[in-house]
């Protein structure tokens, strides 16, 4: 029973969920790759567009040789280059936005599928007195809401950081090129971002942990009324449970609303400091121009 007990526990790790998908998230991966390129080269046409045509300015020297090259010296080459750019760069995006988008699902759906069903499994091999000892609505809601939840994170969050991570290293990577004095004064804030978010990450944390407890208290209530309806009738405890019923929500919303502020919190200190960013860049280039 121990060997059972680590293995299922290797199994339940994120790497040990994700591990018969390899194939998919590579397939993935590749897509993000393809999404953050896509975005990388989204300003350039324009860039095209309004300093080399309209301005008249010299292109930088790869780009002037393979502007050129795929559409000659003229005006109306490099505009029709342009243009059709702009159309490659948005059916790139479109179809790495799509892969991504049906692998990160399929993966998600699989995964949670295998999550249910091995803690269904173990929940069956539990002994009665772990059964005696915790409550229904708890098991409930790790079978339920606590999968859904890591679904949730599966489709929407590892890959998706994943894109943002991919096209911030590329973007910081283009602004180090175009100007490394701006870019070094537009991250100075990135260390108090980083702090903060740290730190309220935490908060958030313990207060949805919060919210799920209670969120399992609460059915554990309506489980245990349900399957001893008939006893509370032929007792007249229906009042007794309503306040019973009533007062665990009370104290589940108040746990959802503390954890909801300290997610409101989070969202306008950010915008705060990247604004400060900002100030500091405009200010600095302004001084410079």
């Known amino acids: 029973m121990p060997n059972a007990a680590s293995e299922t526990s290797r199994e339940l790790t994120i790497l040990g969920l994700l591990s018969p998908y390899k194939r998919q998230l590579w397939l993935g991966l590749l897509a993000i790759a393809g999404e953050s390129i896509a975005g990388l080269l989204e300003p350039w046409p324009l860039k095209i567009v309004l300093d080399n045509i309209f301005k008249g300015k010299d292109m930088s020297g790869w780009l002037n040789r393979f502007v050129h090259f795929a559409a000659g010296q003229s005006t109306q080459g490099m505009l029709t280059f342009a243009c059709v750019a702009v159309l490659v760069i948005a059916v790139m995006d479109a179809g790495c936005s799509y892969a991504e988008k049906y692998l990160t699902t399929s993966v998600g759906q699989w995964v949670t599928h295998d999550l249910r069903r091995m803690i269904y499994t173990q929940v069956q091999r539990l002994s009665l007195s772990f059964h005696d000892q915790q409550p229904t609505g708890d098991l409930i809601s790790r079978v339920t809401s606590d999968i859904d939840a890591i679904q949730t994170f599966i489709v929407s969050g590892l890959l998706g950081i994943l894109v943002n991570v991919a096209t911030l290293v590329g973007m ?18 990135v ?15 313990k207060a949805s942990r919060e919210v799920r407890k209670k969120e399992g208290r609460l059915i554990s209530i309506v489980s245990e009324m349900m399957n001893s309806v008939r006893v509370v009738k032929a007792f007249s405890r229906e009042d007794y449970e309503v306040r019973r019923f009533e007062g665990e929500s009370l104290e589940t919303v108040q746990a959802a609303l503390t954890a909801r502020t300290l997610k409101a919190r989070l969202v306008p200190m950010v915008d705060i400091i990247t604004a ?5 860049v405009l200010w600095f280039g302004a001084r410079i121009v």
């Open 172 to 189: 910081i990577g283009v602004m180090f090129y175009i100007n490394w004095e701006f870019t070094l004064i537009a991250l100075a804030v």
């Open 191 to 205: 260390p108090v971002l980083f702090s903060i978010v740290y730190t309220y990450t935490r908060k958030v944390k």
């Open 276 to 280: 400060v960013g900002t100030c500091a």
